[in-house]
Every structure is written in C-alpha cells, then in structure tokens.
C-alpha cells in the first residue's frame, strides 16, 4: 500500500474529472455517444508526496495531485483527453484580478503529481470488492507510461506504479 501524504492548500476540494456518457442516445440527437471511461480525481496541494515500503519516491510542492484510474477500454484519444483538460481546470486563484478560479496549474507554474490508482474503478459485489473494469495490470502499466509521457513538458512527478 501507498501512504500519500498531502498539504491541501483548501480542505477537501476536489474535482473529479469523468469521462462519462453513459452511451445512451440524446433525446434530442439520433447520434450515439462514445463511452469515455477514464477517471482522474484531482486536488489542489502545497505539497505531496507519495511513499513506498517507508521510502519517499515522488513529491512536490505547490500543484495537483492526480489520481488517475484507468478503464479496460480507456484509449490514447482519452489520455490526450485527460492530460488536456486536467493541466487546463482553472483551479487556482488569480491574485492580480481577485477572480478565485481563473489560472491553470500550467499557468501558475505548478507541479503535478501523477497517481495510477485503480481502485477508483473498484465496486462492491455483496461484501468483496471488485475492480474487473479497471485496466489489466499487464496492459496498465505501458499505458500509465504513456500519459505519463503526455505530461513530460510541465512540472510532473509520478507515483509508483502497482
């Protein structure tokens, strides 16, 4: 198990950013959405950092921490999606108009913690958890290397995959 530790810069304010259409029809529109199933839970820190078997093995100071959680069908067109609007959420207040919401973590020059967790793929079946929707580890762990690869030109660091 991964012991994250964070400093949040405003307690318990999170954005979940969900790729969810649920594929049904619009009413209005004879055109079926795609499933988009990728999950990223992110929040604001001062600082965080992720720790390994009592080792610290990524941190950083002021940014986002991001867990992301891959789904079985999740594409390279999701993790362009993803990496996108994650490094473009306004989540960070811009001091010279006053506006609390209005700069980017890119545009604060900000850090990002990146964290594979597949666990925000995980449900209940009675009393025992099951992640059966969550991407195979086997076939997980290229493509977390590959997002990780998306974000390479900001200020990232990334947890431990497993």
Not at 38 to 66: F, H, N
Not at 100 to 114: C, E, I, M, P, R
Request: glycine share 6%; hydrophobic share 40%.
């Amino acid at each position: 198990m991964m012991p994250l530790q964070t400093q949040s810069l405003w307690p318990c304010r999170f954005a979940c950013v969900g790729l969810h259409n649920n594929n049904r029809r619009s009413r209005t529109s004879a055109t079926t959405v795609r499933v988009r199933a990728m999950r990223a839970v992110v929040q604001r820190v001062e600082s965080a950092s992720v720790e390994v078997e009592g080792r610290i093995v990524s941190e950083i100071g002021p940014g986002l921490l991001v867990l992301v959680g891959i789904h079985d069908s999740d594409t390279e067109s999701d993790a362009d999606y993803i990496c996108r609007k994650v490094l473009n959420m306004r989540l960070f207040p811009n001091e010279d108009t006053g506006k609390a919401w209005d700069h980017s973590v890119v545009q604060k020059n900000y850090q990002v913690l990146l964290v594979s967790q597949f666990t925000l793929y995980g449900f209940l079946k009675g009393n025992k958890p099951d992640f059966h929707v969550a991407m195979a580890p086997q076939r997980a762990k290229p493509f977390y290397a590959s997002l990780v690869d998306r974000w390479c030109i900001w200020s990232y660091d990334e947890g431990k995959f497993g």
